[in-house]
Every structure is written in structure tokens, then in C-alpha cells.
């Protein structure tokens, strides 16, 4: 992976909403109408308790909980699902967040068991759901699917999903880590989405550009049980207010944009599909993210790629993941503010060129 410190020097980013140095963050929270508020006192009172309620209003839910990070909000849901349950069981995509990217916490912290489910190619359905042999303790749906190319479950198909569970008595979470964007793809509010499940958790420091930090949303009774796992994880810092400030300020900032970021996305994803050797996962982007795929092997592409940033000052990522085939790799892509700075034919352009670059590496190697 390329060094983060490269990062700062570039003048250019395609993906989220660009660098801040520290002094500048600091500067924009101070500048903040929510600055003039009183801190919190571990999460109560604030711009922490109005972040809370705007949260709980826009999903339409009786209550709304900030936590300082996602793993410790969803674990909290799900274990509380599961309690409830008595099924100790949460039915997720084999490449959901809580099977790729979180050192099976969940299996090791709580003993719950992920029943992993769906395809490769894309999110689940309510087929995989029936082909599982057992009911689940809890189903979740993580929108959009990231590892899968930041890929939506079709609006019917999570109504579907929504229905089977309450057919069935099993309790539903959203994992909207990046749901404002969601709701645009879908035409909908988050209301709507949050009104299909039972809980739902919003991330800030994502599609917002917020500090870092999330929020769940469900009925009261559900906040309250979920606070005493929170609490047990260590999720409520004694202040808060710099990262409710944060989103606060995101949720004004970006939230009317989010179709906007869309739009360049396919934009982008459009051009970049033109470039010989070049593809984006999915063809169209189904929101604001979405990946890039070479034809080259991660190790080439990543030495080609450092020297580009090096030369351009563009950053475009921190490296490559492999893909099923050997001679193939991707990196991931969310437009935000950052991306707008240039059309989609100049970043086509970059990747050509880095494309370029790594098969003049790779003509070397051949003739070996």
C-alpha cells in the first residue's frame, strides 16, 4: 500500500472529500453555529443530544444513539437482536463488513454466529435467506454492499427481505454506513428505508466527511438495551462534541449534494469504461461509489501507481486489491467534493495513463 504521508502533498483527490490538515479541522468546528452550544457530559446534552434527535427525525424513529464507532454500534444491535431472539445466529453477506473487515469481533466478543450468506456478485435476497436450513437470530443488510463494488439491494428485494423477517419474527438491521447515499439512488427518504427494518445505523465520517463517529436508530426500548452493549465496549467518550459538531455540519453540507456526487460518479464510471484495460465495478454505479479494475496484477499496478502520484500530485488511492484473477486488480472510489475539482474525461485520462505506465512495467517482465 502506498504511504499516507505521499497523500498529503497532492493537490488532487478523486475520492471523498479531500484531506484537512488538523489547525483547518479545528478552525471549522470552532467557526460552527453548534461551537456556541454547551459540551456534552458522555454523549448527553449539546450538539451530541441535537445530533441525536435530527437523527432519530430523519429515520422516523423514537430514538437515536451518537457512538464514536460503527463496530461498537452494530455489534451493540446485533447482540441485543439476538438476545431478544434467543437465536444466537446474524445472517450477513459472506462480504459484509462483519465478515471482512472486523476480525470476526462479533464471533469472538459475543459468540454469535454469522450465518454467511448470498454471492459474490452481488448483495442477497430473500432466496438466500430460505436456502440458509435454520432461522436467524438477526438479518442484516448492509447498504449499499462496498466489498461487492458499493452495489444496492434492489429496492423490491429489500422489501422482500423486510417482509420475510416479520413473516418470520426475525428482527432487521440496516447497515446504512453509507445510507444517505442510498436513499438518493433509491428515490426515497431514510425514513422510508429505516421504516423496512427494526434498526438502522448511519455512519458520519464517510459520505458526510464528518471526524469520525455514527449513529443508531431504532424504538426506545431498543436504545436502551443497545446502550448497556455500547457502554460495555467502551463507546461513550466523556466529550463528544467535536465529532457531533462535525456531522452536524455534514448533514447540512453534503446531504443536498449527495445527487450531485452521484451523478459524477457515472460520469467518471462512464469514461473510465472507455479506456482500453480499464472497467469500474458496477458498469453504473449505483451511488456515489463504485470500483476501478485494471487489467495488471496488483504488485505492478501499485509501483506504477506511486510513481503517477509522485509525478502528478493526484491522488486516486492508497493502493490495489487483487481480484479473482491474477491479472486484475481494483482500488475503490466514493465521489465526493473533492472529485468535482476535474470532468470525468480528465480522470479517464489519469487512468490511462497509469495504465500505461504499468504495461511498460510489465513488457520487461514478459520478455524474461
Known amino acids: 500500500m502506498i504511504d499516507r504521508a505521499l497523500?498529503?502533498?497532492?493537490?488532487?483527490?478523486?475520492?471523498?472529500?479531500?484531506?484537512?490538515?488538523?489547525?483547518?479541522?479545528?478552525?471549522?468546528?470552532?467557526?460552527?453555529?453548534?461551537?456556541?452550544?454547551?459540551?456534552?457530559?458522555?454523549?448527553?446534552?449539546g450538539a451530541t443530544t441535537l445530533l441525536e434527535q435530527r437523527c432519530a427525525d430523519l429515520t422516523g424513529r423514537d430514538a437515536a444513539r451518537f457512538v464514536a464507532k460503527g463496530m461498537i454500534a452494530q455489534m451493540a444491535a446485533i447482540r441485543v437482536w439476538c438476545d431478544r431472539s434467543q437465536?444466537?445466529?446474524?445472517?450477513?453477506?459472506?462480504l459484509s463488513h462483519f465478515n471482512q473487515d472486523e476480525m470476526g469481533a462479533i464471533e469472538r466478543l459475543h459468540g454469535i454466529t454469522l450465518l454467511r450468506c448470498g454471492e459474490l456478485s452481488g448483495p442477497f435476497t430473500v432466496k438466500h435467506l430460505d436456502e440458509l436450513g435454520e432461522l436467524p437470530g438477526v438479518v442484516s443488510v448492509e447498504l449499499p454492499l462496498r466489498n461487492s463494488g458499493y452495489k444496492l439491494?434492489?429496492?423490491?428485494?429489500?422489501?422482500?427481505?423486510?417482509?420475510?423477517?416479520?413473516?418470520?419474527?426475525?428482527?432487521f438491521h440496516i447497515d446504512g454506513a453509507r445510507a444517505w447515499g442510498a436513499a438518493v439512488?433509491?428515490?426515497k427518504s431514510l425514513a422510508d428505508i429505516a421504516a423496512l427494518c427494526d434498526s438502522i445505523y448511519l455512519s458520519f465520517y464517510k459520505e458526510l466527511g464528518g471526524l469520525y463517529g455514527c449513529?443508531?436508530?431504532?424504538?426506545?426500548?431498543?436504545?436502551?438495551?443497545a446502550d448497556t452493549w455500547i457502554s460495555r465496549h467502551g463507546g461513550?467518550?466523556?466529550?463528544?462534541?467535536?465529532?457531533?459538531?462535525?456531522?452536524?455540519?455534514?448533514?447540512?453540507?453534503?446531504?443536498?449534494?449527495?445527487?450531485?456526487?452521484?451523478?459524477?460518479?457515472?460520469?467518471?464510471?462512464?469514461?473510465?469504461?472507455?479506456?482500453?484495460?480499464?472497467?469500474?465495478?458496477?458498469?453504473?454505479?449505483?451511488?456515489?461509489?463504485?470500483?476501478?479494475?485494471?487489467?495488471?496484477d496488483p504488485e505492478t499496478a501499485e509501483?506504477?501507481?506511486?510513481?503517477?502520484?509522485?509525478e502528478s500530485g493526484i491522488w486516486i488511492g492508497p493502493g490495489f486489491?487483487?481480484?479473482?484473477?491474477?491479472?486484475?486488480?481494483?482500488?475503490?472510489v466514493e465521489v465526493g467534493t473533492a472529485a468535482m475539482s476535474l470532468d470525468a474525461a480528465t480522470w479517464a485520462a489519469h487512468i490511462e495513463r497509469l495504465i500505461e505506465m504499468t504495461r511498460a512495467a510489465a513488457a520487461p517482465k514478459a520478455a524474461e
Request: hydrophobic share 40%; proline share 7%; charged share 20%.
Open 215 to 225: 449513529v443508531l436508530c431504532g424504538d426506545s426500548a431498543f436504545i436502551a438495551d
Open 153 to 171: 439491494t434492489p429496492w423490491d428485494d429489500l422489501v422482500d427481505i423486510s417482509n420475510w423477517c416479520r413473516d418470520k419474527g426475525v428482527p
Open 236 to 296: 461513550i467518550p466523556f466529550r463528544q462534541f467535536p465529532a457531533a459538531i462535525s456531522a452536524l455540519d455534514g448533514l447540512a453540507k453534503h446531504l443536498p449534494h449527495l445527487k450531485d456526487y452521484a451523478d459524477r460518479a457515472r460520469e467518471i464510471a462512464a469514461a473510465i469504461n472507455r479506456v482500453e484495460g480499464a472497467f469500474t465495478i458496477p458498469a453504473v454505479p449505483h451511488t456515489n461509489g463504485f470500483q476501478i479494475g485494471m487489467e495488471c
Open 321 to 332: 486489491y487483487a481480484m479473482a484473477r491474477e491479472d486484475q486488480c481494483c482500488f475503490d
Open 7 to 45: 497523500m498529503a502533498k497532492c493537490h488532487t483527490y478523486i475520492s471523498g472529500h479531500a484531506p484537512q490538515s488538523v489547525s483547518d479541522q479545528l478552525n471549522a468546528l470552532a467557526a460552527s453555529e453548534h461551537a456556541q452550544l454547551p459540551p456534552d457530559r458522555y454523549g448527553e446534552g
Open 303 to 310: 509501483a506504477a501507481l506511486l510513481q503517477l502520484t509522485e
Open 185 to 187: 439512488a433509491y428515490g
Open 87 to 94: 437465536r444466537p445466529t446474524a445472517a450477513v453477506h459472506q
